[in-house]
Nanobody
Framework: VQLVESGGGLVEPGGSLRLSCTAS????????MSWYRQAPGKEREWVAF????????KYADSVKGRFTISRDNAKNTVYLQMNSLKPEDTAVYYC??????WGQGTQVTVSS
């Protein structure tokens, strides 16, 4: 079982990034997926959730209206589209499958 995030980087405030998390070693389409993030010196926090078929999503209040979670079960990939990024969105972003497996994380830095 493996989850590999990609797409992080440095972006200016107001910019956009799309994170990807590609799964292998399990039946991706059978599991709900979530994104979490952890800023320096803070606890890891939940960001977004999507059901196994992608029919339902939920978001933390801090990202609602700016971030969109989606998935492509044919590609074993879950995405996080992040728009209108703010400096407080700076964190390491992790994907998590509902059986408990985490990815290794990808750094997102929002700074001018």
């Amino acid at each position: 079982v493996q989850l590999v995030e990609s797409g992080g980087g440095l972006v200016e405030p107001g910019g956009s990034l799309r994170l990807s998390c590609t799964a292998s070693g399990f039946t991706f389409s059978s599991y709900a997926m979530s994104w979490y993030r952890q800023a320096p010196g803070k606890e890891r926090e939940w960001v977004a959730f999507i059901t196994s078929a992608g029919g339902s999503t939920k978001y933390a209040d801090s990202v609602k209206g700016r971030f969109t979670i989606s998935r492509d079960n044919a590609k074993n990939t879950v995405y996080l589209q992040m728009n209108s990024l703010k400096p407080e969105d700076t964190a390491v972003y992790y994907c998590k499958a509902s059986m408990g497996r985490w990815g290794q994380g990808t750094q997102v830095t929002v700074s001018s």
